[in-house]
């Protein structure tokens, strides 16, 4: 039932009639950011201290205007809030951290300073859940998808929601390895 809701509200917010210009690729990559952060669970201790799901973007922002409507939003009963972290150090206070493409070259630090802290790593960098990132968004024909590193995902101590696991274009890995 989740994941209908997940897709309603996809379709409702790219699909509007009314709407004069199609949504463009990072307005929809947004979207695909609030509604992880809404299915995915972290440790109790991770968000014991915080009153918000903080969305954070590590590295120069693609997504311009479009992340500050996610703070009207709400993920997981708390209110969502976007930060730009200067370092991945920095980052490791977020719940969800979305690595720019402008961190390619030093993508296999990024991820390894990451590692060891409860955060939903995302981006669309090419081979990013190869390189051990948790969730891959890719676009083949002209539609987002996206791709899960379970065993990562796991071994930072996070659940993902069957329902956002079925949506997934590829699943890596075992849960739990």
Not at 41 to 58: G, K, Q, Y
Not at 71 to 81: I, L, N, S
Not at 126 to 149: K, M, S
């Amino acid at each position: 039932m989740r994941w209908r809701a997940f897709l309603l509200l996809l379709v409702l917010f790219v699909g509007s009639p009314l709407r004069a210009a199609p949504p463009t690729e990072y307005q929809l990559k947004a979207v695909f950011l609030l509604n992880f952060a809404r299915y995915a669970t972290w440790p109790d201790e991770a968000l014991a201290d915080s009153a918000a799901i903080d969305i954070c973007v590590l590295g120069r922002d693609p997504f311009g205007e479009h992340l500050s409507g996610l703070e009207a939003r709400q993920a997981q009963g708390r209110a969502v809030k976007v930060h730009y972290p200067a370092t991945p150090l920095d980052a490791k206070g977020c719940e969800v951290v979305f690595v720019a493409g402008s961190e390619q070259r030093r993508l296999n630090a990024v991820l390894r300073e990451l590692e060891a802290w409860p955060v939903l790593t995302v981006s669309d960098i090419d081979g990013f859940v190869e390189a051990g990132g948790n969730i891959g968004l890719v676009t083949v024909d002209d539609r987002i998808r996206f791709d899960i590193n379970r065993t990562t995902v796991a071994s930072q101590q996070l659940r993902l929601s069957a329902q956002l696991l079925k949506l997934a274009r590829r699943l890596i890995g075992r849960e739990g390895d």
